[in-house]
């Protein structure tokens, strides 16, 4: 069975950074794209940043140039490292596989002073 577990969630004051992990457990053919996600209160969830295969990323335009994504397709591990955070931010996040459609459990990430 696969799982998608994430870790490194937390709070952080503005212009602060975390990182997030991704670990895939379970047997997958193919690390394909693995994305991170996100849900504020209220609102709908929007893709982050996705690391395809070949090396292509792609990013949604308010965190281009503060958040990088990263992945280890030996480990099956994902990585997205945060900076300059600010309080729109704030957000579960979630991880996710594609193709087999996988979500992680989902990790809190609060921006505030």
């Known amino acids: 069975q696969v799982q998608l577990v994430e870790s490194g969630g937390g709070t952080v004051e503005p212009g602060g950074s975390l990182t997030l992990s991704c670990m895939v457990t379970?047997?997958?053919?193919?690390?394909?794209?693995m994305a991170w996600h996100r849900q504020a209160p209220g609102k709908q969830r929007t893709m982050v940043a996705q690391?395809?295969?070949?090396?292509?990323?792609d990013y949604l335009d308010s965190v281009k140039g503060r958040f990088t994504i990263f992945r280890d397709d030996v480990k099956k591990q994902s990585t997205l490292q945060m900076h300059s955070l600010k309080p729109e931010d704030t957000a579960v996040y979630y991880c996710?596989?594609?193709?087999?459609?996988?979500w992680g459990q989902g990790i809190q990430v609060t921006v505030s002073s």
């Open positions: 996710h596989h594609d193709p087999g459609n996988f």
């Open positions: 379970g047997t997958i053919d193919d690390i394909g794209t």
């Open positions: 690391s395809m295969n070949f090396g292509n990323t």
